[in-house]
């Protein structure tokens, strides 16, 4: 039986300071544990509540939890009776990938995991966020990325630098803005990074400088703009169209 | 200056019940107070914080509050100090319309506020809505709708009953499933209405049996669904590309 303190402990990793101090984060449900395994991550603790703990016989490291100590560590409105204590992953670097998305300063934790969940949908596997961004191990985010978190290579870091990097080796940096070029008509590079900007200002202008191209999903009614998660799957959704079926 | 019984009963504009007894909803903010009239939508009464006053001069009927009132009333976590009471339209039937978009069941809020938003940046002036699915006046869908509520016609039907008549009148019914065509490949139809299913569950057996036509996007990855805001966004981008710019 775990301490309160452990109880208390895990309830801490609500929250990034704890996440940060203790290298740990938390994911919650059945489907979302048996992902973790897929990105190397490992399990550091796994807590059941009594009434599923039939389920998970055999299993010695699973430590059994009233549910009332479940709802203090979870971030569910309900929830499953199952959580896992996970390590964090090591700081990953990776401007190598052909196929990048970047994001500058997204906040809201249910965005960033619909971007990662439709990232992982088109094939993209790097996700670049700057280091100003939502904290992916937030657990609304774990959540609303529905595993991809798990299978998508999340890394932070300085935009600037990045995009640097990014042009020496060839990688052509497209920014999603209101004023650039039809995606529709543009033609897509083989090698790209597609830059999308934070739900309330945009692409910041150090940023915008430094793209390759401007594009714009054109717009046919009267809406100002769309959600960055909507955005980034038209565009996504338009890239893979044409560089997979070949026709423009 | 309102009574507590008033601020009172404004608050409880939050619950669908009180809503639909009353034949009212609370919209905030000075960008989306200025869009109610688009719709044709009457403001029935208009609050303003002493803080905001101001900039509300000559306006006759404004009433002044409290912030601990605005609070009461709000819905959003930091009240933007303006808040209109609106009355709800008259129930609207419309399926004459060429391009429709159907949803079926969606239960989250800031799903439907950004399909919304989503429909009104493709130019789907109707989207019409399953009678189980979330209110459309419920305060989050109105904020995540960023207006688009008030520039897009909003029908609950039965969907059975509504794809039936859809049918008849030659329009082709398109079921968005994980297992149909290829959206890159299939040629879309000039007239048509796009139907989505609820974010757990898909589209229902009785309305997918109605659909002319089942219709996927192709996954590129390994995420096993999309949100439906966003595979609503990656359809609509790529029917408005065919039949805008004539090319397959």
Not at 140 to 168: C, H, N, P
Not at 178 to 199: D, H, M, Q, V
Request: charged fraction near 20%.
């Amino acid at each position: 039986m775990p301490s309160k303190a452990e109880i208390k402990s895990v309830a801490k990793l609500k929250q990034k300071k704890y996440r940060k101090e203790s290298g740990l984060f938390v994911v919650e449900g059945i489907k979302l544990v048996n992902e973790i395994a897929n990105n190397g991550l490992k399990v550091h603790k796994l807590f059941v509540t009594h009434q599923q703990a039939p389920h998970f016989k055999g299993h010695e490291s699973v430590e059994k939890v009233t549910s009332a100590e479940m709802r203090q560590m979870s971030s569910m409105t309900t929830p499953p009776g199952l959580l896992a204590v996970v390590n964090l992953p090591e700081k990953i670097r990776s401007t190598s990938a052909k196929h990048i998305l970047l994001v500058d300063a997204v906040s809201d934790p249910g965005n960033l995991g619909t971007l990662l969940r439709t990232a992982d949908w088109f094939g993209i596997k790097t996700v670049i966020l700057s280091e100003n961004s939502t904290d992916a191990y937030n657990p609304k985010v774990v959540q609303a990325s529905m595993g991809s978190l798990f299978r998508v290579k999340v890394v932070y870091a300085d935009l600037v630098k990045t995009i640097t990097e990014l042009k020496t080796n060839g990688t052509a940096v497209l920014g999603a803005v209101l004023t650039g070029k039809n995606i529709y008509s543009y033609t897509f590079p083989e090698r790209f990074a597609l830059l999308l900007g934070s739900e309330s200002h945009g692409i910041r202008p150090d940023l915008l400088s430094q793209c390759d191209e401007h594009i714009t999903i054109p717009a046919f009614g009267n809406a100002e703009s769309l959600n960055v998660a909507v955005s980034g799957a038209v565009i996504l959704g338009e890239i893979k169209r044409q560089l997979t079926f070949k026709v423009q």
